[in-house]
């Protein structure tokens, strides 16, 4: 009996952390919608030190090269709780030729680049890929709660 009872509390803890897990993901795309949503007057504009530079450095004579911390645009959004949340902006002129997001989906879902962008992996590597879109990686992540982990991760 001993044992049937220290299994089924494992069980439950188990689906409560599940659960909570679940809620903290569900809350936190509820935010980001919000954050996308949200009318740009929430939005204030932060200066920063490349907003300093000279007008000579400024215009025509920059705009072929290629793009620096000056043209990065900041703006913050305060929250009711007083916490702040910021966006960054890049623009970047393609001229008229069509760009790919293909580069930067292949950076983002390939496990052996996964630990250069993202700082609580250790260690990633492919473990089988069944066709373009379907792959099994096995991440190892030296960050968070728990301390340390191994996760088996399924994309499709």
């Known amino acids: 009996m001993v044992t049937t009872f220290t299994s089924q509390i494992i069980v439950d803890s188990s689906t409560r952390l599940k659960q909570s897990w679940y809620s903290a993901l569900i809350t936190a795309e509820g935010q980001f919608r919000q ?5 740009t007057s929430q939005w204030k504009r932060v200066s920063h030190t490349a907003d300093r530079i ?27 709780a007083g916490e702040d949340v910021y ?11 069509q760009v ?10 390939t496990a052996e680049l996964q630990q250069e962008w993202d700082p609580a992996v250790e260690d990633a590597h492919l473990v089988e890929m069944f066709d373009r ?16 982990y191994v996760s088996t991760s399924v994309f499709k």
């Not at 954050?35 to 009318?39: A, Q, V």
């Not at 879109?133 to 340390?148: C, D, F, V």
């Open 100 to 109: 790919s997001l293909e580069p930067w989906k292949t950076v983002l879902t």
């Open 87 to 97: 966006r960054m902006v890049l623009e970047v002129s393609t001229g008229e030729e």
């Open 35 to 39: 954050f996308l949503t949200s009318p």
């Open 133 to 148: 879109n379907t792959r099994i990686s096995k991440t190892n992540y030296s960050l968070g709660w728990p301390a340390k």
């Open 54 to 80: 000279s007008p000579k450095q400024k215009g025509k004579a920059r705009a072929a090269s290629v793009p620096e911390l000056a043209d990065v645009v900041v703006h913050r959004n305060s929250s009711k």
